[in-house]
């Protein structure tokens, strides 16, 4: 088992940021590929970005790609999101998820073993 609590959301203007933070515990951090979702009011979740175990290859959705940063810590057993430049589309709930053999993508998600409970960003206009 892998428990994910996820940190570090709160309410900011446009064009300002916020890093999140997932913490976990459990079984090998280092094991789990690690990916962060997100689900804005009234629609479906969808994929925000990825990363692999040693924290080599990284992946986004266009949305978010030169703005966003995925990076790990195993060490610290945490996965984080650098959100910069943030919009009033970015505001969502925020969930951070693990599997231990699949990459976090918009194809895997239903498949991931493991979820956080979410953090709100909400981005002002």
């Known amino acids: 088992q892998v428990q994910l609590v996820e940190s570090g959301g709160g309410l900011v203007q446009t064009g300002g940021s916020l890093r999140l933070s997932c913490a976990a515990s459990g079984r090998a951090f280092s094991n789990y590929y690690m990916g962060w979702f997100r689900q804005a009011p009234e629609k479906g979740r969808e994929f925000v970005a990825a990363i692999t175990r040693r924290g080599d290859i990284t992946d986004y959705a266009g949305a978010v790609k030169g703005r966003f940063t995925i990076s790990r810590d195993n060490a610290q057993n945490t996965v984080y999101l650098q959100m910069n430049n943030l919009k009033p589309e970015d505001t969502a709930v925020y969930y951070c998820?693990?599997?231990?053999?699949?990459?976090?993508?918009?194809?895997?998600?239903?498949?991931?073993?493991?979820w956080g409970q979410g953090t709100q960003v909400t981005v002002s206009s």
């Open positions: 998820a693990a599997d231990s053999s699949f990459l976090p993508t918009t194809a895997t998600m239903k498949a991931l073993s493991y």
